[in-house]
């Protein structure tokens, strides 16, 4: 018999180990590809970890939207690059330090946030989802645009000033610049650009047939 | 514990391939069908030499294929270079887990299973991208280039046709999405008519996906060769040609399932007889259906590259971000309110 929680557990570690492992990856691997490909599994990895803990509504989420257009748009802009790598190694010996201070630190903040809550002894509630006997994305719906529905609401809104931001940055006006219009092109009348020349038939052999030009 | 073995890892097994190996059959016929219809468009006569009527021309291709050398070029990345057709092939393949045949037949009946489609379909484009970069070629990259912006444009389109239908619906879940278009009104309780312009959003969006004509620039014969794959022979290339193929059935299943009633019938509600099995489904409704409905749509593929031009790179980017996305998002406030003002009742009957 196989044990549900220990095969759970395995499978958490398991995912778990591939995930530090990937990420690992990404700032250790020279070509800046098979980094960028690390980061991937590091998402996917941590999706699969989401799914165990019955979270599926943010771990297809994760998939959707990080590896399946982030990580996209992402590799589109590391395949243009051409990186030399030896200033990114010397920058990496340079700037370690700097970077394990800040690992340090982010390290002691987490032990620090997690031992407060151990401190309250704040035992987590069984699952919402399943207590009001809904699916995890119905629940999750729910709450969101209920009792959370200022909080969702501003949050779109500052995405929709970040678009409109990149757009205004990244927007230049040329002077010189062409372009059609679709709508022109589809209300285009044919007449107006070609003209059908009714011809008597003539013989090339007559002189009389030689003054028009043949179109 | 021996039981318990058969039932949690055999039959998934033999589920999987009662589903794997039609799927890779109906490939090849496919092809043999797009060869022959397109040639009939064309006026000519399309393979006729192996096999009777050229049935076996598929067969003598794969064949073919697999006995040709796979090719490395030279200071290619050798590792994602044999990765990249995998890739490609995988969620194509992974994505037909949630697909219902029937009302029972399905294999993994999960609840998020519109959420998981999105989640696959958007997967494969790694395949050709990596397969564009891997290959070391300029012709290859820059196929991997227009199909990651055309994929990625387009995914938003049909990401938010499918909102259309799970407003609809109710549900995320695909069975119960077709659960949700019975009724005592036939055909016109399926989510095609009150979805008619997302309906047409999401076929489109699907050919676009597939990088299928008119939207195949990212193999742009006349441009860049052949594109992502200019570099692949053998059965590498035959992966991708599998992968390919196996979305575009994909993609007819779902339009099927999401707009056409999957397995229901069109004559649902309107014939109360008692009939044998054998005539029964034609009214009650059975996977006959489904793959009628498929295979109607898969033609639409085959007649959209017989017929249409192929696009120009900005033509698609025009049509996906400011004709398609503004069409679903204004069709989803649409669906919001016939679902708000009972005009659309999901699943009344049956």
């Keep these: 018999m196989i044990d549900t929680n220990l095969l759970q557990l395995i499978c958490f570690y398991g995912f778990a180990a591939v995930t530090v492992g990937a990420a690992l990856a990404v700032i250790s691997l020279k070509n800046s590809v098979h980094a960028v490909l690390s980061l991937v599994l590091a998402f996917f990895s941590t999706a699969c970890i989401w799914l165990l803990a019955e979270a599926e509504f943010l771990a297809i989420a994760l998939i ?31 700037y370690l330090p700097v970077g394990i201070i800040v690992a ?8 620090a946030l997690i031992g407060v809550r151990a401190m309250h002894a704040h035992v987590m509630g069984a699952n919402p989802a399943t207590v009001a006997g809904l699916s995890n994305t119905a629940w999750l719906g729910e709450a969101l645009y209920s009792q959370y529905l200022l909080p969702f609401e501003v949050a779109a809104l500052i995405l929709t000033v970040g678009v409109v931001v990149a757009v205004a940055l990244t927007l230049r006006h040329r002077g010189d610049k062409k372009h059609e219009s679709a709508s022109e092109q589809v209300r285009v009348n044919p007449r107006d650009r070609i003209r059908v020349v009714k011809m008597a038939p003539s013989r090339p052999d007559e002189p009389t047939s030689s003054e028009e030009p043949l179109q | ?30 092809v043999y069908w797009e060869r022959k219809v397109i040639g009939w468009m064309h006026v000519r006569m399309g393979p006729n030499k192996v096999g009777p009527w050229g049935l076996l021309q598929a067969f003598a291709d794969v064949v073919k294929l697999l006995i040709k050398e796979v090719i490395l070029p030279s200071s290619a990345n050798r590792f994602l270079y044999y990765l990249a057709p995998l890739l490609a092939l995988v969620p194509a393949f992974a994505a037909w887990a949630v697909v219902p045949f029937d009302d029972r037949m399905v294999l993994a009946n999960v609840n998020a299973g519109l959420l998981y489609l999105l989640a696959m379909t958007s997967l494969g484009v790694y395949g050709i991208i990596l397969a564009g970069w891997a290959s070391n070629s300029r012709y290859a990259l ?77 193999e742009g014969e006349s441009e860049i060769v052949a594109g992502f794959h200019v570099e692949y022979s053998g059965s590498a290339f035959a992966i991708f040609f599998l992968a390919e193929y196996a979305n575009m059935i994909l993609v007819s299943f779902l339009a099927s399932i999401f707009f056409l009633g999957g397995w229901l019938s069109p004559l649902q509600g309107w014939i109360h007889a008692d ?53 679903t998002i204004v069709w989803v406030l649409v669906a919001g309110c016939m679902k708000y003002f009972g005009l659309v009742l999901a699943g009344t009957g049956a």
Aim: aromatic share 14%.
């Design chain 1, 64 to 94: 959707v939207v990080y590896v399946g257009a982030v990580m996209v748009l992402f590799l589109f802009v590391v395949m243009m690059l051409d990186i030399k790598m030896e200033q990114v190694r010397e920058g990496f010996i340079r």
């Design chain 2, 142 to 218: 820059l196929g991997a280039m227009r199909s990651a912006a055309q994929v990625i444009s387009y995914e938003l389109a049909m990401g938010l046709s499918l909102v259309c239908v799970l407003v609809l619906a109710g549900s995320l879940n695909l069975t119960d999405i077709v659960h949700a278009q019975a009724g005592g009104k036939g055909l016109f309780d399926w989510f095609w008519l009150p979805l008619l312009p997302v309906f047409i959003v999401y076929f489109i969006s699907g050919v676009a996906e597939t990088n299928r004509a008119p939207f195949d620039v990212a």
């Design chain 1, 104 to 111: 340090l630190v982010m390290l002691a903040e987490m032990l």
């Design chain 2, 275 to 327: 009939a044998p099995n054998w005539v029964n489904w034609i009214w009650t409704g059975s996977i006959i259906w489904l793959l009628i409905k498929a295979f109607l749509m898969s033609f639409l593929f085959l007649w959209f590259r017989a017929t249409f031009p192929r696009y120009r790179y900005d033509q698609i980017m025009r049509l996906g971000w400011k004709v398609f996305i503004p069409i």
């Design chain 2, 1 to 30: 514990m021996g039981e318990q073995l058969l039932n949690e890892l055999v039959l998934p097994v033999v589920y999987i391939l009662c589903i794997a190996v039609p799927l890779i059959l109906a490939v090849a016929m496919f």
